[in-house]
């Protein structure tokens, strides 16, 4: 026997099954939104792991072929490595879910999710948003739960709540909110510069929804929860405190940490590590956690000071944004290239053009996502914070910030009818010192202009931070965090977009959730910050697109042909437009529409392959002039190529307005000759003549 719990959400049906499924978990639920089947499951170690000074918390959103009735595309017939999607996936569930767990707590947390089966009208990315906090929330594992998320999308100026496929396909916002009874505690958003009264209005319309699927998950816990168990704690000792406090007092903790250099800043910190290693080398109870508490003292030093002296580490004012500049060009061959630097955060991003037959292709669950016309990379390398550590790959950090810009610059692209090209920019990380996935969007947008992209407008993105004290009215909202007020804050309010609104937000918090008045200010901030750096800074570098893409870049004609037409221009096997491709060295690409695309960086080439096309798919008429080359000669005529696959015939009596005794004597094999349509012989041949061109 299990237990089924039932409620209507955003007018369709929201089941849990407890106690059905996997019930060696520490918590389990088999969660239903329509037709959308998620198992979440939540599972703790007994002990903590040793020698780790964080939460060891895992997310896992484990997406299944089967689940839209598909076997994976490839050689491999099996899931292979996460999906963009599920990594994403895992770190929204993640981002709200962290805050809420003891920050002493060291046992690892393994949250699966595995989906089953996909309605398309019911994402399982929410289903499984659910499931996590709802199978921690009724599971052992301490955990300050429930919470409850909501997707909104803006459809005819109205909000939709957790938006079926087809309103996704016209919305013009995609919301996702998470809350606790009282605050939110995640926002996740991309939009068409969506206002920011209309955003904050759609944040707390998601919010209000919350609270009802928070009473319900209220109700299964009661009857199903289970009794959260005892664990070790990794609190640092006041005693240890005290002790520090005594050998680097309190001033001498503020000295070391306010400054505007990175490296000034960690080599006081590793001068004062050194001297309380010496001071405590006998006692080894305080030398295994006193990483930790020299990382608490700092944390308390700086909030203190921005909190009560508004003093921030570097000097700057509450509002100010550190030392800007942007550029262009700086990188020779690329097709677009910009630089922006926020202090000591530097990012230089390329921008590639090619044709749309380069667009990524998709193997996913969302039937509605086939292709990626816009890619947006990001890399982290460890020398941008002066480490050093082998490259692996892009972790899930590099993915997520690679996303979040590529959502923010996503509105302004324009159309593949505009502007027909699949485009890519790569954001290189040279060095970091907060919010580079902002500090990416500020040089893609100005790379896309460099590149020849027609953007509808410049895009720039910042971050907010936040301090908070003892109560929900102490707060203090700081713009442009570094990462030493990221580390030490409570509060990562990242914010992209227009002069005419938001393109994407990304919060992050390690709070118990934000108040209406903290979250409106930090985006009015955000929005005062990047109108400043478009207008003061990236203008500057470059004011708008260039008028033609660059030398390099490849150049792409459009033409549009009769659908029943496509077989002629292709051939038998592919024969004439690869006889085309070699001829001319260009790309071409035709969809089922008949629109082609012939892409290549010579002009005369893209236009003689334009011209072969145009010929091959004309109807053709007696009294038409063709030029071809003559690649056959017969004892009756010779046989004329006007387009490649294409030819006809130019009978010995047509050759000339002399008598011709000899083919030969009039062309040969090789010859380019001028030849006037006749119409089709007996045999439904082209019939040509040259003797009458003149005619």
Do not use: W
């Amino acid at each position: 026997m299990y237990k089924k719990f039932e409620m209507e959400l955003a007018g369709r049906t929201l089941r849990v099954d407890v106690d059905r499924v996997a019930k060696q978990a520490n918590g389990a639920v088999l969660m239903h939104y329509g037709d959308t089947t998620v198992l979440c499951t939540a599972t703790a170690s007994d002990k903590p792991r040793e020698g780790i000074d964080f939460f060891p918390l895992s997310v896992e959103y484990n997406e299944r072929m089967y689940a839209v009735g598909k076997i994976p595309g490839g050689f491999n017939k099996r899931e292979g490595k996460a999906s963009e999607n599920a990594i994403l996936t895992d770190r929204v569930i993640d981002r709200p879910m962290r805050p809420l767990f003891p920050k002493d707590y060291r046992n690892d947390v393994t949250l699966e999710n595995l989906v089953l089966s996909v309605d398309q009208d019911c994402s399982p990315e929410l289903t499984a948003m659910l499931g996590a906090a709802l199978a921690t929330s009724i599971s052992d594992i301490p955990f300050d739960g429930p919470i409850s998320t909501t997707q909104v999308g803006l459809v005819d100026g109205e909000f939709v709540f957790n938006p079926t496929a087809a309103q996704k396909e016209v919305s013009e916002l995609a919301l996702t909110v998470a809350s606790t009874k009282e605050k939110v505690i995640m926002i996740e958003a991309g939009a068409k510069e969506v206002p920011e009264a209309k955003m904050i209005e759609a944040i707390f319309a998601a919010h209000d929804l919350n609270q009802k699927v928070i009473a319900f998950f209220d109700t299964i816990v009661a009857e199903c929860g289970k009794p959260k168990h005892e664990y070790q704690s990794f609190a640092v000792p006041q005693e240890l405190f005290d002790a520090i406090q005594e050998i680097v007092p309190a001033a001498e903790m503020e000295e070391a940490v306010f400054t505007d250099d990175k490296q000034t800043r960690e080599e006081n910190i590793r001068v004062i590590t050194e001297r309380l290693e010496e001071a405590f080398a006998d006692n080894e109870e305080y030398l295994a956690k006193l990483g930790e508490a020299v990382y608490q003292y700092q944390k308390k030093t700086v909030r203190k000071m921005i909190l009560k002296d508004h003093k921030r580490p570097d000097g700057r004012a509450i509002d100010q944004i550190r030392p800007l500049a942007a550029e262009v060009d700086l990188i020779p061959r690329v097709h677009g290239s910009a630089m922006f630097t926020r202090g000591q955060t530097q990012i230089c991003t390329m921008t590639t053009l090619a044709p749309l037959s380069e667009a990524q292709k998709l193997d996913g669950l969302d039937e509605a996502e086939k292709t990626k016309r816009y890619m947006h990379h990001y890399n982290f390398p460890s020398y941008s914070v002066g480490e050093t550590r082998p490259s692996r790959g892009p972790g899930r950090r590099e993915i997520g910030h690679g996303a979040l810009a590529e959502r923010a610059l996503l509105p302004v692209l324009p159309s593949e009818s505009e502007f027909p090209y699949a485009i890519r920019t790569v954001s290189e990380t040279f060095e970091s010192n907060g919010s580079t996935s902002q500090a990416s969007v500020c040089a893609s947008s100005m790379s896309l202009m460099a590149a020849g992209v027609p953007i509808k407008s410049a895009v720039a993105g910042i971050s907010a931070g936040l301090v908070t004290g003892e109560t929900d009215d102490d707060y203090l909202v700081l713009t442009d965090i570094q990462g030493l007020e990221d580390f030490f804050g409570d509060m990562d309010f990242k914010v992209a977009g227009t002069h005419e609104g938001i393109t994407a937000i990304q919060m992050d918090i390690k709070i118990h959730g934000l108040t209406r008045p903290i979250i409106e200010e930090a985006i009015a901030a955000t929005k005062k910050a990047r109108t400043y750096i478009m207008d003061e800074v990236m203008s500057k570098a470059i004011a708008e697109p260039r008028k033609e893409v660059g030398e390099f870049a490849p150049k792409i004609i459009q033409m549009q042909i009769d659908p029943q037409k496509i077989g002629d221009v292709v051939g038998q096997r592919g024969k004439t437009i690869n006889a085309i491709i070699d001829e001319t060295g260009v790309k071409i690409d035709i969809d089922d529409e008949g629109n082609v695309s012939i892409c290549g960086t010579e002009k005369e080439n893209m236009e003689k392959a334009a011209k072969y096309i145009q010929t091959i798919v004309t109807d053709y008429e007696a009294g038409q002039l063709f030029e071809g080359k003559v690649i056959s000669i017969k004892e009756f005529g010779a046989f004329v190529e006007f387009a490649p696959g294409k030819e006809g015939m130019v009978h010995i009596s047509k050759l000339s307005k002399q008598r011709v005794d000899k083919v030969e004597d009039v062309v040969s094999i090789g010859d380019v000759v001028k030849v006037v349509c006749l119409g089709k012989d007996k045999m439904g041949r082209f019939s040509f003549s040259m003797k009458d061109v003149a005619e």
